[in-house]
């Protein structure tokens, strides 16, 4: 089929390599130029692994290209993706305006049937919103349906390859077939796809990403609970999860949730609540304690120091909100620095991937290490936020020897407890003994 596939970012680069990989002849199209020209001259923009390889492959069998040229894009499609930003308004409700916009612009170019595809996160109600904008700009024939992605950063490539389940929400038939025969080759293990009415397909979308943050933050708010009545709550997370209707996945708890998605799906479905006069107090509770949980490293610091963080070093492993990513958007490690800062204290960061992203954003504030173990030269303590597979096993006896006392905190519960009271740590982690 032929696909274009609109706004290059981390959905729609990973969207359009990956169906050029099942044969589809895929166009996809920026506003940013100099992106555009990197990608054309063979330069990813982001870091997500396995993605690369796809993207050389079908760059080389001239399935997927790049363009600014949005009528060049669309001109021969069958079916067009819109996968741009929907960042948080002013007031916390999806801002729309790239997708109408976007939206607009198709309907003054198209002359024959398309199906137009919202794989952005967008509230209850867009397909329609973007239906009327076709409606009032043309009279040629288009489907809009809305199809989610449930891409998680770092896996992304085998999400889309091998999803759980597709979501399309249409209830046009020739969308229904189309898109149906688009994602055949992805399901043929037999997973499914739901086929549903639009509204409830971008419910789907949000009610997914604010049950999984309302997951964490339950184990979050247990594991501080452990942590008070003296109980492990690796011992809990593995007592429940083994029980099917609770499932063994994303029940670890951390320094808070992060990333690009649920911090601002979370806000956005409380808003739309609102909006429709309704009152979703579990998500209020749910930004409530996530914000509480991202001072949990900080708080413990200042009651193991007494208050007294000024001039004192920290060595810091892990920026990126999450492992096997380069993105920094809402990552716990950054509300951490900004607190050691403002108390006065100093940073030394290191992350495989990420120290670029922080550079931009902070600059000297902090010093960066090129390794893990230059990070904690003269460090009073070592501080986890990251769980990078790299920080999971490392030379104890060489951090003993940098390090200037034997003290780890660390918001990702990385190391087994009895292991660090054997080597003599003081260790402090989340919902567990210290
Ligand atoms: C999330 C969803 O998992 C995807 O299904 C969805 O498509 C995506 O948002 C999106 O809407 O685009 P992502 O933000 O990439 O994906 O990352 P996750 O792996 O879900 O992690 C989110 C946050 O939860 C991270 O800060 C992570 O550290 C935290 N987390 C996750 C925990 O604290 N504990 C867990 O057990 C799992």
Known sequence: MKIAVIGT???GLVTGTCLAETGNNVICVDIIEEKVNKMKAGQLPIYEPG?????????????????TNLADAIKDAEIIFMALPTPPGGDGAADLSYILGAA?????????YKVIVNKSTVPVGTADKVAAVFAENTSVEVDVVSNPEFLREGVAVDDFMKPDRVVIGTRSERARKLMGELYAPYVR????IYYMDERSSELTKYAANSFLATKITFMNEIANLCEIVGADVDAVRKGIGSDDRIGKRFLFPGIGYGGSCFPKDVQALEKAAVEHNYDFKILKAVMDVNEKQKTILFDKLQAYYKGDLKGKK?????????PETDDIREAPALYIINELLNAGAEVVAFDPEAMGNVKVLLGDKIKYASTQYEALEGADALLIATEWSLFRNPDFEKMESILKNKVIFDGRNLFD????IDLGYYYNSIGRKI
């Open 314 to 322: 920290f060595a810091l492993w892990g920026l990126a909100f999450k």
């Open 51 to 67: 993605l690369d390889v796809l993207f050389h492959r079908n760059i080389a069998q001239n399935r997927l290209s790049f363009t």
């Open 9 to 11: 970012g981390y959905v």
């Open 189 to 192: 293990q037999g997973n499914p």
């Open 104 to 112: 607009k612009d198709i309907s003054k170019l198209i002359t024959d």
């Open 417 to 420: 407890l009895q292991k660090m």
